[in-house]
Structures are given as C-alpha cells and as structure tokens.
C-alpha cells in the first residue's frame, strides 16, 4: 500500500512539472499513461518472478524430505564402507604328511606336520585356489555434544565350515571387528567391542601375502573394553586358558574370574614409531566330572611383554616385534604354544617363551616392491619329571617369507611369495613346509 501512494505521488509530481513546463494536457496525459503501463508490466513481472521464487523454494522443500526420508543413516550420521576382494592360489609341500585342512588356507605353524618316532612320514603336496580372505567392513561417526562416537564391523569369510568345494565353494561370513568407540575428548577415547588385542601392534605386521605371516608374531583379536589418553591404552580383555593334560592333549577352559589386563605405550622418535606393551593373566584348570560335580582345579598367574615397531627409511620400512613371558600363550603365532601345562601334582606350572620378528620392506620402482620376512619362536618345556608327555610338546618354530608385489594401478596388487616353515618337538623330531602363494588384491 505504501508503495502504491508512493507511486501516486510521483506521478502526481511528473505532472506537476509537465504542466509548469509548459507541455500541453493532452501530451502530459499520454505521458503518464504509458508510464502507468510500465509500471502495471513491472508489477505483474514481480508477481510471477514471486510466484516462481514460492514454486522453487517448495520444490527444494519436497526434496529435502525426499532425501532426508531416504537417508541410510540419521542427519549427522556420517557413513563410510571399504574392504578388498583377493584371490589366492596356495601349493604347499609338507615334508611329513598331511596337516588339518586350516593349513590350506593360511600359514598356521602348530599344525606343520611332524616325524613320528618310527621314523619319517611321507611327504605331501597340495594346490588351493580360494577367496577366503576377501573382506568387507561399514561403520559409522556422529558428532555429539558428548564428543565423537562411531562404530565399526568387519567380516571376512577364512576358517569357515560350511563351505563344499565340489560344486559352489560357499563359505559364510564371520566377525573380524564388532566395537564402538567414543572419543569424549581430544586424544582421549573409550572402546567396547571385538577389535585386535591391545597387546598386539598391528601396524608393526610385515606387508606379506599369508594371512598371517611369522611364526613369532602376536596375533589375537577378541573381545575388550579399551580406555586410551594419549600415548597410553589400558584394556580389560576376554580370558581363556588352554593347558597341556599329564595324559596328552590339551583343554580349553574359561573357570577363570579376572579378565587379561593390558597397558601399552605407543612411542615416536623421528622416523621410528614403537609400541611396549605388558600383559597379565589368570590362568585357570577345572575338571569337571558332570556338571554338578568338580573335580581337580588349579590357577595361575602369568604374564607377556613385547616391544614392538616400524623404521621408516624413506620409502622403505623396517618392522620388528619382540615378546617374551610365561603365558603368552595364545597371544603368539596362533597359539603355537599352550599357556602352561598340568605338573604331577595336578597343578598349573607356566612355560617361558619367547619370539619374534624382522622384516624389511623396499620399494624398487613405484610399482614394483618387495618384502623379506624372517622369523623365530621358542619354549623352555618342562622336564619329564615335571611333565610325562614333555617330548610331544612344541619347542621351537622358524619361518620366512619373500615376496615380489606388482601395483599397475593405484589399490590393484599382483604378487607372489616363497615361505619356508620348521616346527621342532621337544624330542628332537621335526618338520618342514614349503608353500608358494599368488595373489590378486583389488581395495575399494
């Protein structure tokens, strides 16, 4: 309204001018007339751009809806997903028999076939193609008044039993990580969830073909509530115990009650990042007749340390891990040695043991790199005093591994590797693997 009495007022004044001027009626008429039809275009251009402008905004509003009804995560949410596929052909040659068939999947040192006492067994060979070790994994981060929370699970399809060679080769998934982690505050943060062993610095992991690699590395993955400030990460894990039995074998058991405890330190000199880290651990033994019935049972408390790291040289790298106590155990090359054993009088004795690695990474062009892998593990068993079965027990294993990777694309690998494998028992009698392995990695 005040516009239009603004307007009025303008022409009011044009024709005012005119007239002092001296310009005739009628011209100033016509004069004002066209301006009125000027101005009523104007009015009707500003009326439609209006409409127009009303018909966009509500068309972007449906399509905030639109995408925000479609959205796979709430608003905030931010998604992330990755993983590789890899194929890989493996042909193995055992020098004293057929192992378990785990071994036609990745290198496992314990299950490395042995001499038996009435002398050398047959030697065996075999060739697996698989894409087991592919892998997939999503997660999750929000930004919240409380800090940064995300989440992350991973899966791959090794060490599956379900699978049948003869016509589909379908293997199903299974867990690799499962956690949640909240980061409350700048370089402080608390994890829940499966996710490596606090113990274990995976990045010091040589860059090899095997699954795994090293007899002497520490390699586990389990359950844990982890709390982090900075260099330091204290964690309360998953506890289990497996022992040597007096009559041969060995048993599983979780009767114990305190969970392994964890504390690390992870360091940085220049161009060498390194970790120390110590473990402690309650070691139980329970027989169990029935299950309303106990039978002999027994604890223990052991413990494990390693010092563990990568050296970068320029483009290339050195890693290196070294771990020693009296139950590692399960924490080091898959469980190559048990966590102790049950002595004459029924009760846990722990075994000291040690291992480690050196490898070395080098890079001859940008698309060509290899890497050498060299490595030892080793208890000190008990004596027959002490242990009736003490000569069936593992004493040392020794592994290499060489390899040649070629990258014609940024995230596309091609390689192979020779590995060489020793097991030695506490008698004296022992056993060798070679395996060449090729593989084929895309990463997405």
């Given at each position: ?114 001499e038996s006492l009435v002398g050398a067994g047959d030697s065996y ?132 009650l305190m969970p392994d405890l964890v504390a690390r330190y992870d ?156 097991k030695e028992l506490e008698n004296g009698l022992d056993g060798d ?12």
């Amino acid at each position: 309204m005040f516009r239009m009495k603004t307007l009025g007022v303008a022409l009011a004044l044009i024709g005012s001018s005119f007239a002092a001027a001296g310009v005739p009626a009628a011209e100033v008429d016509e004069r004002i007339a066209d301006l009125e039809r000027q101005i009523a275009e104007l009015k009707s251009l500003i009326v439609s751009n209006s409409t127009g402008i009303s018909d966009n905004l509500e068309t972007l509003s449906v399509q905030a809806r639109d995408i925000d009804e479609a959205r796979p995560m709430k608003k905030g949410t931010r998604f992330r997903y990755g993983g590789y596929v890899q194929l890989d052909a493996i042909a193995s040659n055992y020098s004293e028999g057929k192992p378990a068939s785990v071994m036609d999947d990745l290198f496992v040192p314990s299950l490395i076939p042995v001499e038996s006492l009435v002398g050398a067994g047959d030697s065996y060979t075999s060739t697996n193609i698989h894409a087991k070790s592919s892998r997939f994994y999503f997660g999750t981060q929000t930004n919240t008044d409380a800090g940064k929370i995300s989440s992350h699970i991973e899966l791959d399809f090794i060490l599956s039993g379900q699978g049948d060679e003869r016509v589909s080769n379908s293997f199903s998934s299974r867990i690799r990580h499962a956690y949640l982690k909240w980061d409350y505050a700048p370089e402080q943060s608390l994890l829940a969830g499966q996710a490596w062993s606090t113990f274990f610095n995976v990045g010091a992991l040589p860059d090899l073909l095997d699954f795994v690699g090293p007899v002497g590395t520490v390699f586990e993955r389990q359950p844990m509530i982890r709390w982090t400030n900075g260099p330091w990460q204290l964690a309360v894990e998953n506890q289990t115990t497996r022992v040597n039995l007096p009559q041969g074998g060995s048993r599983i058991g979780d009767a114990q009650l305190m969970p392994d405890l964890v504390a690390r330190y992870d360091g940085k000199l220049s161009d060498l990042s390194w970790s120390l880290a110590a473990i402690g651990r309650q070691l139980s033994y329970e027989e169990r007749p029935s299950a309303s019935i106990e039978g002999g049972s027994d604890e223990q408390f052991g413990y494990g340390l390693s010092l563990a790291g990568k050296w970068n040289l320029g483009r290339n790298d050195l890693r290196f891990m070294a771990s020693y106590g009296d139950a590692l155990g399960r924490y080091m090359g898959l469980n190559a040695f048990n966590d102790g054993y049950i002595d004459t009088n029924g009760k846990i004795s722990t075994i000291d043991q040690w291992g480690g690695f050196i490898a070395y990474r080098h890079y001859w062009t940008d698309q060509w790199r290899s890497n050498v892998s060299i490595s030892a593990s080793q208890a000190s068993n008990p004596s027959s005093a002490d242990f009736a079965a003490t000569g069936t027990l593992a004493k040392s294993y020794r592994s290499m591994h060489v390899n040649l990777n070629y990258l014609p694309a940024p995230k596309l690998q091609l390689g192979g590797e020779l590995m060489y494998g020793v097991k030695e028992l506490e008698n004296g009698l022992d056993g060798d693997m070679y395996r060449l392995q090729f593989a084929a990695k895309y990463a997405f």
